[in-house]
């Protein structure tokens, strides 16, 4: 059974920082490029960052470029999403990806004082 589980989320005031997980299991993780993406109250979704499956290359939108940082670790089956000077309009769902076929249910981030 294939499962993507996202944790780490949660209320952060501007300026702050925080680390989402992707936990994945019931397939082969290091065959998969993963991405994570955010979804916005009342907007469309939207890809944050992605990584290759052996981690070499990222790319990020770029309204986070030098802000947040996509990593992976395929021994424990794990995609992490490092975010840091956070500001209100990050507040969003974050959802991981392994592309292109399996979604998690995502983690809710706010940011706001």
């Known amino acids: 059974q294939v499962q993507l589980v996202e944790s780490g989320g949660g209320l952060v005031q501007p300026g702050g920082s925080l680390r989402l997980s992707c936990a994945a299991s019931?397939?082969?993780?290091?065959?998969?490029?993963m991405r994570w993406y955010r979804q916005a109250p009342g907007k469309e979704r939207e890809l944050v960052a992605g990584?290759?499956?052996?981690?070499?290359?990222?790319n990020y939108v770029d309204s986070v470029k030098g802000r947040f940082t996509i990593s992976r670790d395929n021994a424990k089956n794990a995609v992490y999403l490092q975010m840091n000077s956070l500001k209100p309009e990050a507040t969003a769902v974050y959802y991981c990806?392994?592309?292109?076929?399996?979604w998690g249910k995502g983690t809710l981030v706010t940011v706001s004082s």
């Open positions: 019931g397939f082969i993780f290091s065959s998969y490029a």
């Open positions: 990584i290759s499956f052996a981690g070499r290359s990222t």
């Open positions: 990806i392994a592309v292109p076929s399996y």
